[in-house]
């Protein structure tokens, strides 16, 4: 079924959709804001979802900041969010970790990835190495014959590293191959990400290279992998049927709603272009419903 | 046809194949040696090759080293080679990049890679910028905002890059995706690459990266490209009949010897091990014959 375009300046419809949906699930790179800067009018449309009781939660993949350091850029940017509205992918590796594979506690897992991730494995208890770790944060050439293998390391986790290397790498790759049945994990499979300037790598990107030297892919626990919502909905009950996803993403916004059973609302402000969703080379990955910015709601309400 | 396998010390096999093969095309790493370690009796092999008057080629994938640096490695472990035997993947692509791209002089090369792939541009006369750049070799943060895309750059070409990083990648990337028509092209696709103390991610795990975000694979240069045989024959004219490609590896080594039509010979000394030529899980890509080193073939003499 093609998607509905929803019409700037369209009252009634906008007003439909307030009323079809009780849970408002956002993405937030590329519909709440791009970089640092604010998408118009997003913060008054989530203050007015607010003032209707509908329960906000926010679903991202950056897994370089822990939750409570996400609330921040929220603050920063003076969107109102509480913590625990926050779900990141590096919080659902910390979960599935802790609770679907109940890693033991002498076991550790390998980090390439930044301190959102480290902030969250710390909270959910679980032992890691790598990550911001000096000793792995080098150009320094990495040789094999001065590394030792830690034998208790039963997983490596990737998400976006800006100080990727080839001693990270290396590393990852030795507890892969050697460290037997060492998982692969990854926060995200994200092929890039919105600067606000432009676009860069993505975690998928940071995971390439163990995926391309292994010859296997990563168990991603960000969107759209259900491990994201089962994490939203240990924490908050709502009914797919009144649930709507709102997002950037084809291939993880819109298919982790699709996966999830709840409908979604694709915006044109970050990745995706109208190209995509319809004429010729349109995605396979069709939304519930598109429209141009988040901003557009505001007109609900008047 | 399943593979011939050559026996220890069966001197009737070794001496027909010296009988039946004129031009003999070695890979390195994990053939002739492993790292810094030379393979038993491989040195020896050679130079009875050359007193029967057989033409040698080698043909490598490292793409570290310019062919004349890499003459060094051969002069180190007391093997003899000339630079006109040797054939690299970074030569292989900046003749690529003169002779077939026949890249304009005001046009650029960025590099992810290392000084093997600079010096063979530079004997070339291809100007390129990045490689062993000190502004490119850096783990601080990459800045979109300060970044200043050279409108010239019309080909991002990445080899093995133990440097690798975020500021190379995300410079590749933008010239990949806002220099309109930019070629992305890797020296090799190497998955991994042997070490003396064991395996490390590959060239194509540097440019895997790139492939990721891009979702479009670089075009390689390296075995088992055509382009690296194409090389070969500008510079030496052989008999593809009477040739035999020797290596350690099926889908490199094996696989460029079968797509330029010569023989083929594994030896087992490097990354492909006895089960995946035979056996239930044996690869699709078979040698034409199966030799446990290279320095079995000195039984021949004698």
Known sequence: MPPTFLEKGARDQYQALLEKYDTWLFDC??????????????KEVLEMLRRKNKLIVFVTNNATKS?????????????????????????????????????????KVYVIGMSGIEEELREEGIAFIGGTDPADNTLEPFSLADFTLDPSVA???????????????????????????????????????????????????????LR????????????????????????HDFDPTRTIM???????????????GVSTLLVLTGITKLAEVTGPNASDIVPEYVSESVGDLAVAEG
């Open 67 to 107: 939750r409570k350091n996400y609330k921040k850029k929220f603050d920063k940017l003076g969107i109102d969010a509480a913590v625990d509205e926050i779900f990141g992918s590096a919080y659902a590796a910390a979960v599935y970790i802790s609770s679907v594979m109940k890693l033991p506690k002498d076991k």
């Open 246 to 260: 709102v997002g950037d993403r084809l291939n993880t916004d819109i298919l982790f709603g699709q996966e999830g």
């Open 155 to 209: 997983v490596v986790l990737c998400g976006l590293d800006t100080s990727i290397n080839y001693t990270k790498l290396s590393k990852g790759f030795q507890y892969l191959t050697r460290n037997e049945g060492c998982v692969f994990l990854a926060t995200n499979e994200d092929s890039t990400y919105p600067d606000s300037s432009g676009l860069l790598p993505g975690a998928g990107s940071v995971s390439a290279p």
């Open 29 to 42: 790179d590329g519909v709440l804001w791009n970089g640092d800067r604010p998408v118009d009018g997003a």
């Open 212 to 235: 391309f030297a292994l010859g296997r892919d990563p168990l991603s626990t960000g969107k759209p992998s259900k491990t994201m919502l089962d994490c939203v909905r240990a924490k």
